[in-house]
C-alpha cells in the first residue's frame, strides 16, 4: 500500500488545514503566551524524538498505538523503500566478496565499495556458492524465507525492528 503513498497526497492538505484550525482554536483558550509554548513543545517532542532515534528511517515511524516501530515490526511494513541497502553496505567489509541481493540490486550497487562484488539474488540464484553472501530485507518476512539457517554477519535495525540483513552461505 505505501509503495503507491502519492495516491494519499491529496488527503494531506485538508488534514493540515483542518490541524491548524484545531491548534488555533486551542491556542486561543489558553492565554498565557508561556502555556501555549509548553503545550506545543509537550505535542511535538515525542515526534522529535522519535525521528531523532529512526534518522534515517524516519518513513518507518509508528506510533505509540502501534508500539512504536519496534511494535509495528512483522506486523506492518517498515522499511519498504530498502533505505537500510546503504547502511548495510557501506558497513558490510569483506574483500572479494560476492554480495547477493535479494531485491532492487542497483541501490545496493551505487553505495559498495569497489572490493565487493554486487550481484542480483533473482536472475543470478544458480550461481551462489558456499562462503558468498546475501542481502536480503525484512520486508514481507522475506528474511525468513530466504537461507533462514544461514548465519546472520550484518543486522541494520532500529530497536528490535530489523530493516535487512547480511547472511553468510554456509
Given amino acids: 500500500m505505501y509503495d503507491g503513498y502519492r495516491h494519499f497526497l491529496f488527503m494531506l492538505p485538508p488534514i493540515f488545514i483542518f490541524a491548524g484550525f484545531a491548534f488555533e482554536k486551542i491556542f486561543e483558550l489558553i492565554k498565557p503566551r508561556w502555556a501555549v509554548g509548553a503545550l506545543t513543545a509537550l505535542l511535538l517532542t515525542p515526534g522529535i524524538f522519535a525521528f531523532i532515534q529512526l534518522h534515517p528511517y524516519e518513513y518507518a515511524y509508528y506510533n505509540s498505538f502501534a508500539g512504536g516501530t519496534s511494535g509495528a515490526f512483522r506486523t506492518y511494513e517498515t522499511d519498504y523503500w530498502l533505505t ?87
Fill in 84 to 170: 537500510c541497502y546503504k547502511e548495510a553496505v557501506e558497513q558490510f567489509d569483506e574483500p572479494g566478496a560476492q554480495l547477493f541481493i535479494k531485491r532492487e540490486p542497483y541501490i545496493a550497487a551505487y553505495y559498495a565499495n569497489e572490493n565487493v562484488t554486487i550481484r542480483d539474488y533473482r536472475t543470478e540464484f544458480g550461481k551462489i556458492q558456499s562462503g558468498d553472501f546475501v542481502l536480503v530485507n525484512t520486508r514481507a518476512n522475506e528474511d525468513t524465507k530466504t537461507f533462514k539457517d544461514a548465519p546472520v554477519v550484518l543486522q541494520i535495525r532500529r530497536g528490535n525492528a530489523v530493516f535487512c540483513e547480511i547472511k553468510k552461505i554456509p
